[in-house]
T-cell receptor, first 114, second 111 residues
Framework: EAGVVQSPRYKIIEKKQPVAFWCNPI?????LYWYLQNLGQGPELLIR????????DSQLPKDRFSAERLKGVDSTLKIQPAELGDSAVYLC????????????FGQGTRLTVV | DAKTTQPPSMDCAEGRAANLPCNHS???????VYWYRQIHSQGPQYIIH???NNETNEMASLIITEDRKSSTLILPHATLRDTAVYYC????????????FGSGTRLSIRP
């Protein structure tokens, strides 16, 4: 069974440009998470979905970040416009539901803003 | 969710047991202790979790003190592939519970 799939694996963009990350969770997983991880730090939660509903987006910088999870399956995280400080790894994870024991993480997308 | 405290780094000889400590002195009665690890360039991976009893699986053992204010993750026979950052997390098992990562412990296994 395929795990959580993220694309692209790497992305380099100029500041002020838009960028989008895509996540395909494990089939049947209702809960989907997006995390941001800066170098040398632990992942920080940006947003959590239960099916297609964003149930926790309190840490998402809504002025430039947006996310969607159409039909409660795949999800897209967008930044517009990107800033130099957005350079980080963006991780997607999924679990059966919000109370599930284990969350499964993708390999992440490494974003570099120049 | 309660916070955890872990040493920033540790090292261990290959083949020996690696014992990673975690303090969670403000843990609530319904919060579980979880451990994840993150190997370089990969996403975090679940290892083990427990409430108050010691737990063991194919990857590791988890020892939780009787007062539940601290715990130790034990990798019984560390290999080079166990080199990773290990995160101790406390969370309740509910749909509203977040998985909040701290800075973790960077474990280096020396040959």
């Amino acid at each position: 069974e395929a795990g959580v799939v993220q694309s692209p694996r790497y992305k380099i963009i100029e500041k002020k440009q838009p960028v989008a990350f895509w996540c395909n969770p494990i089939s049947g997983h209702n809960t989907l998470y997006w995390y941001l991880q800066n170098l040398g730090q632990g992942p920080e939660l940006l947003i959590r979905y239960e099916n297609e509903e964003a149930v926790d987006d309190s840490q998402l910088p809504k002025d430039r970040f947006s996310a969607e999870r159409l039909k409660g399956v795949d999800s897209t995280l967008k930044i517009q416009p990107a800033e130099l400080g957005d350079s980080a790894v963006y991780l997607c994870a999924s679990s059966l539901d919000g109370a599930a024991t284990e969350a499964f993480f993708g390999q992440g997308t490494r974003l570099t803003v120049v | 969710d309660a916070k955890t405290t872990q040493p920033p780094s540790m090292d261990c000889a290959e083949g020996r047991a690696a014992n990673l400590p975690c303090n969670h002195s403000t843990i609530s009665g319904n919060e579980y202790v979880y451990w994840y690890r993150q190997i370089h360039s990969q996403g975090p991976q679940y290892i083990i979790h427990g409430l108050k009893n010691n737990e063991t699986n194919e990857m590791a053992s988890l020892i939780i003190t009787e007062d539940r204010k601290s715990s130790t993750l034990i990798l019984p026979h560390a290999t080079l592939r166990d080199t990773a950052v290990y995160y101790c997390i406390v969370r309740v098992d509910s749909s509203a519970s977040k998985i909040i990562f701290g800075s973790g412990t960077r474990l280096s296994i020396r040959p």
